[in-house]
C-alpha cells in the first residue's frame, strides 16, 4: 500500500477517469456507434473499458485520434501495419494500380508477382494461393487436408487464435466456431501433444500450429516441441499446418526458416498484403496442385477479391521493395532489444513482469511467472494490464490492452527510447501498486481477452 492507501483498483478507477476526461470527441463517436453497432464495435479485439479510442490519422508511426493528441504506434494494426500507415512505395503502387481500374474480373499481372514473391521467400512454399482473409487461409488449408487425407479431425493447441471462426479457448470451441471436428492438446507440451495424436492418428486430417502464438499471448514455441509435430505429422499421414499469420515476420524466411521446420502448408495473412485486407495459403507442390483447375480432380477455390488489383500491387510493392530480408532482421533485432530494456525496467525495480515474443511481436504481462502456454498468462491480473494500458496512451504511446505490441518499419530509435522512457516512468508511478499481491487471480476485465 502506499500513503494515499492506494490498490490497483483504485490507480485503474483514476486512470480511467483521466482518460475519459481527456477523449471526449473518441467518447461521442462510442456514444454515437452503440445506436447502430453492437457496443460500438464491429471488430471485438478493438473494445475496451472505458471506451476505445477512435483514430483520424496515420502516417508513418504517428497517428493522431480524434481530440487531436499524437501517439507512437506500437500496435501496427496487430502485425498487419508493419510498413506503417503511409509508405511512399506501397501508396505509389496503389495509386499506380487504382489508375488502372478496378474490379477487373479477369487475372492481373500483379498476383503472379506476389506469387513468386511468397515462393521465393518462404522455404516450404512451393505454390501459393491468395484469399481475403487469414481466418479464410486457416479454413482453406483445413479443407485441403481434410480433401486430400479423406479424414476429418484437426488438431488444434489450447488458447489458439487462428481467425474469426477458428478460436480456441481452453479445450473448447469458440461459440461461432467453424463445426469442425478438432482435437486440442496444450501448446508447448510434447508428451501430452503425442499422445493426442498416437489416439487420433489414423482419423488427423491436419495438425494446426502457430510456431509463436501471437494472440495466444506471444508464447514462443519450443523448437523441440515444433519438431515433434513434424515428425509425428509425417508417422501418422497428417498434414502440418503453421499458422505463420503473424509470425511470418519474424525472419526473412518467416518462423519456418528460422528454426529450420517446414510445415506441409503455411497460412499467410497480415503485411503480406501490404496493408490492405490479405490472406494466403500455400506449400507442397503437390497438395496445393489440386486447385489446379486443369485436372480432372481439382478441388475448387473461390473468392471474387482473391486476386483483387490493390492488395495485389500493395503486397508486391511490400515484399518486393520494402521488407527486405535484411529489413526483416533489423526490425526483429529492434524488437528483441526493446524487449530486453522493458524487462530490465521492470527488473531493476521489482515489479512481477514478463516480456514475452519473439522479434518484432511483443507479450506484456504483469507477472513472475514463467509462460510456456496462454493458461499460464492467467496470473497476469487484468487490472494491471488495463492500467498499464491507460497510462501508456496518456503518455503517447498505443498498443493493445492486452499488451500486444508488433513494431512497425518506420519507427526510430527515438520512438524506442520514447517507450523505454514512458514505461520507466510508468513503473516508477505505479510500482507499488503493480506489486502488491501480484500472484493474485482475477476474473477478466473488459477487452482484457478476446479474439484477434
Ligand atoms: C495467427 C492468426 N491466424 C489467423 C488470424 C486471422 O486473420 P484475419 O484477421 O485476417 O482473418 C489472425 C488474426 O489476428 C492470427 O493472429
Known sequence: MTARNMTLDVALAEAAERYAAANPASAARY????????GGNTRTVLFYDPFPLAMAKGE??????????????????????????????ILDQVREALGAGIVLGAP??????????????FPSIDRVRFCNSGTEANLMAIGLARAVTGREK????????????????????????????FVFAPYNDTEAALAVIEQHGSELAAILVEPMMGSGGCIEGDPEFLGALREAADRHGAVLVFDEV????????????????????????????????????????????????RRPDAIPHAGT?????????????????????????RLNANGDTLRGRLQQAADERGVPFRATGCGSILGLHWQ?????????????????????????????LYFARRGFIS??????????????????????EHREVLSDGATARAGPAGGERGPG
Open 108 to 121: 492481373n499481372r500483379f498476383e503472379v508477382e506476389l506469387a513468386e514473391l511468397v515462393c521465393a521467400r
Open 246 to 293: 503473424m509470425t511470418s515476420r519474424l525472419g526473412p524466411g518467416g518462423r519456418q526458416g528460422e528454426l529450420g521446420i517446414l510445415p506441409d502448408l503455411t497460412t499467410l495473412g497480415k503485411y503480406i498484403g501490404g496493408g490492405l485486407t490479405f490472406g494466403g495459403f500455400g506449400g507442397r507442390a503437390d497438395l496445393v496442385e489440386r486447385f489446379d483447375p
Open 305 to 329: 477479391f482473391n486476386n483483387n488489383v490493390l492488395t495485389m500491387s500493395a503486397g508486391v510493392a511490400g515484399l518486393r521493395d520494402v521488407f527486405t530480408p535484411e529489413e526483416a532482421a
Open 154 to 181: 484437426v488438431l488444434v493447441f489450447e488458447g489458439a487464435y487462428h481467425g474469426s471462426v477458428l478460436f480456441f479457448k481452453e479445450g473448447e470451441s469458440g461459440p461461432v466456431n467453424a463445426p469442425f471436428r
Open 368 to 396: 513472475a511467472e514463467p509462460i510456456r502456454r496462454p493458461s499460464d498468462t492467467e496470473a497476469t491480473r487484468p487490472a494491471a494490464r488495463a492500467l498499464s494500458h491507460l497510462e501508456m496512451i496518456r503518455r503517447g
Open 60 to 89: 508513418g508511426a504517428r497517428l493522431r485520434d480524434l481530440d487531436g493528441h499524437e501517439y507512437r504506434d506500437f500496435l501496427g494494426e496487430y502485425t498487419a501495419g508493419l510498413y506503417g500507415h503511409s509508405n511512399p512505395r
Open 31 to 38: 456514444e454515437e456507434a452503440c445506436r447502430s453497432l453492437p
Open 407 to 428: 513494431l512497425s518499419l518506420p519507427l526510430e530509435a527515438s520512438d524506442y527510447d520514447g517507450f523505454v522512457d514512458a514505461f520507466a516512468d510508468f513503473l516508477d
